[in-house]
């Protein structure tokens, strides 16, 4: 199953340090989302970059810095998080993101522990 | 902006039987309310949608009603087998956004 892949799949970090997190969508799709999945809550729409370009962008801190270099290719770059912020990081993609008709495929998600 | 409310948040049922899962939604706006399926350890699924020029879609042993009036909307499983178990979630979107609100989730369990 490769259609949305997301690396790395586990990643701990403490909080003064930087990592980055890749997602990649083999769909041919034009919309790109990140969301956040914590314990007992909603899933989190964090991001949306449609065509390369950003959307929403729902009021999450700017220790979260993403990037949509093209259409294939989203990052979330990470900047002296919280514990709190320990959470699934799914990354999901739709043909278009105008149209919220769209299926939303999801990756596998990255498993953050923030210490 | 939108909220949705979902119960329960886990629900165990005995093979064979029905397993219902409900949700409520608060902007008048959404008209499209998916269904997605999240096995234990995988990526959520869509398993079915709905938009809200009709009431009831089915897809097999799988049904969604919706209720604009009331803004609810649930999901029907019947004659539950043991890999229906996962947690479910609902979600409400407005065809004119890119905002995509879900919500809390049910586990389901059938147990064999």
């Known amino acids: 199953e490769t259609g949305v892949t997301q690396t790395p799949r586990h990643l701990v970090m403490g909080m003064t340090n930087k990592k980055s997190l890749k997602c990649e969508q083999h769909?041919?799709?034009?919309?790109m989302y990140w969301y956040k999945q914590s314990a007992k809550k909603p899933l989190e729409l964090m991001f949306v970059?449609?065509?390369?370009?950003?959307?929403e962008n729902n009021s999450v801190p700017s220790r979260f810095s993403p990037e949509c270099p093209n259409s294939s290719h989203l990052f979330l770059h990470l900047h002296t998080l919280q514990p709190e912020d320990s959470a699934l990081y799914l990354c999901?993609?739709?043909?278009?993101?105008?149209?919220?008709?769209?299926?939303?495929?999801f990756g596998p998600g990255t498993r953050l522990t923030v210490l | 902006g939108e909220n949705v409310e979902q119960h329960p948040s886990t629900l165990s049922v005995q093979e064979g039987d029905s397993a219902v899962i409900k949700c409520t939604y608060s902007?008048?706006?959404?008209?499209?309310f998916p269904w997605y399926k999240q096995e234990l350890g995988k990526r959520p699924q869509l398993i079915i949608d709905?938009?809200?020029?009709?009431g009831e879609k089915k897809d097999q042993r799988i049904a969604v009603t919706l209720n604009k009036t009331a803004k609810h909307f649930s999901l029907h499983i019947t004659e539950t087998q043991p890999e229906d178990s996962a947690v479910y979630f609902c979600?409400?979107?407005?065809?004119?956004?890119?905002?995509?609100?879900f919500g809390t989730g049910t586990s389901l369990t059938v147990i064999p």
């Open positions: 999901a993609s739709s043909q278009d993101g105008l149209d919220s008709y769209n299926e939303q495929f």
């Open positions: 769909l041919g799709h034009n919309a």
């Open positions: 970059y449609n065509f390369k370009e950003q959307t």
């Open positions: 902007d008048s706006a959404s008209n499209y």
């Open positions: 709905i938009r809200s020029n009709v």
């Open positions: 979600a409400a979107s407005a065809h004119t956004g890119n905002q995509f609100y």
